[in-house]
């Protein structure tokens, strides 16, 4: 079943999720925790060159930033010393009331992601401060 798990909310209700609609992530798709990190592994995996459900010239197309740009559909392209010899890829985004940030290093095989129910004051610096000991532990 499609919506195993799911109840509708009572009329009464539906207003609360508006907001979603209205400023949610990329286009308002939103998703599970275990979806993402499925989304996130599918990413790394295309970029090691190993088959996915997107074949492999849509996943070099969604990793490559054009000439002299860092930007590639979604993922800024970045190198770390810690991400090996390729590029780490690495995408956040908010609602203002959530904040989620991933890293992806394809050469150690690792996908990183940080994900919080705050989006105000310092949590971009929580967040980030979060990634050096998942690092220094699964990517050293």
Known sequence: QDFAGTFPLPESQLDRFLVRVRIGPAGTVSCSLVDWGKFLTMHVAGERGEPTIVSADTMKHLHTSPAGGDYA?????????????????????????????????????????????????????????????????YAP
């Open 73 to 137: 559909q979604g993922w800024s392209v970045v190198h770390r010393k810690w991400a090996g010899t390729a590029s780490a890829l690495t995408h956040s985004g908010s609602n203002t009331m959530w904040l989620a940030v991933t890293w992806l290093a394809p050469d150690k095989d690792v996908a990183f992601a940080v994900v919080t129910n705050c989006a105000d004051g310092d949590t971009d610096k929580i967040v980030d401060s979060v990634f050096g000991p998942l690092i220094q532990t």
